[in-house]
């Protein structure tokens, strides 16, 4: 038992929860037994079914609730920014606003790196709709960042807007998992430099190659 489950909370549907979190990032979605999640979450196994109707639902729903927690973030600091800076919003307040919001719980946070060893196992295994994985993690968040991109380059074409998005998320994720697949070993120039300067460079490319795409 990984004994990561917070049993000082009452609820059983979010010990579940909980406890869902912990093992199916462990073990995947077919490697973590019901019986093992209700030991992991302190109830009994048909504890599963009432509160969610089967141990997928469960799964469905441990995905869902990082997801919408890691989105609604995503997209507040967006607007926080916007507020903040008005009408002097810079290319690279958008960009490092989205790039720490992206990173921050995917390294700092436990939730956060267990949930990308379950979308890891789900990629794999491919449990989940991926359009519903695309409509409620992805396109809120590309849609508030197409409104500022087209609030900066009012010019710029929605598919080049959405392929330079798609190329900032590719340049985090994999700076996520190259950064913890190295940091532990300390490999050269892969586990030596720190977070902060890799999402720095991240911004400082990306806005060139924005700006390049916009006709700037």
């Not at 997801?67 to 926080?80: F, G, N, P, S």
């Not at 810079?90 to 790196?113: C, H, K, W, Y």
């Not at 409620?136 to 074409?157: N, W």
């Not at 959405?162 to 998320?169: E, K, N, P």
Request: proline share 2%; with cysteine; net charge negative.
């Amino acid at each position: 038992m990984a004994g990561n489950a917070d049993f000082s909370k009452n609820n059983v549907k979010e010990r579940l929860l909980d406890a869902g979190e912990v093992l199916f990032s462990e073990k995947g979605f077919d490697g973590a037994s019901t019986r093992g999640l209700t030991l992991e979450a302190g109830c009994n196994v048909a504890a599963v079914n009432y509160h969610f109707g089967g141990k997928y639902e469960l799964y469905r729903e441990v995905v869902r609730r990082r997801v919408r927690q890691m989105r609604d973030a995503r997209i507040e600091r967006l607007r926080t920014v916007v507020a903040e800076r008005g009408d002097d919003l810079a290319l690279e307040d958008v960009l490092m606003t989205f790039a720490t919001a992206f990173i921050e719980p995917l390294v700092n946070e436990s939730q956060g790196r267990r949930f990308m060893r379950i979308i890891g196992w789900e990629m794999i295994e491919g449990r989940l709709p991926k359009q519903e994985l695309y409509d409620e993690m992805i396109k809120p968040v590309v849609t508030q960042m197409t409104e500022l991109f087209l609030r900066l380059f009012p010019g710029m074409s929605e598919r080049a807007i959405f392929l330079c998005i798609a190329s900032i998320i590719g340049q985090l994720l994999h700076t996520v998992h190259v950064y913890e697949a190295f940091k532990e070993e300390g490999v050269e120039r892969f586990g030596s430099v720190e977070m902060n300067s890799r999402v720095e460079h991240i911004v400082k490319f990306s806005a060139a190659g924005i700006r390049a795409c916009a006709g700037e």
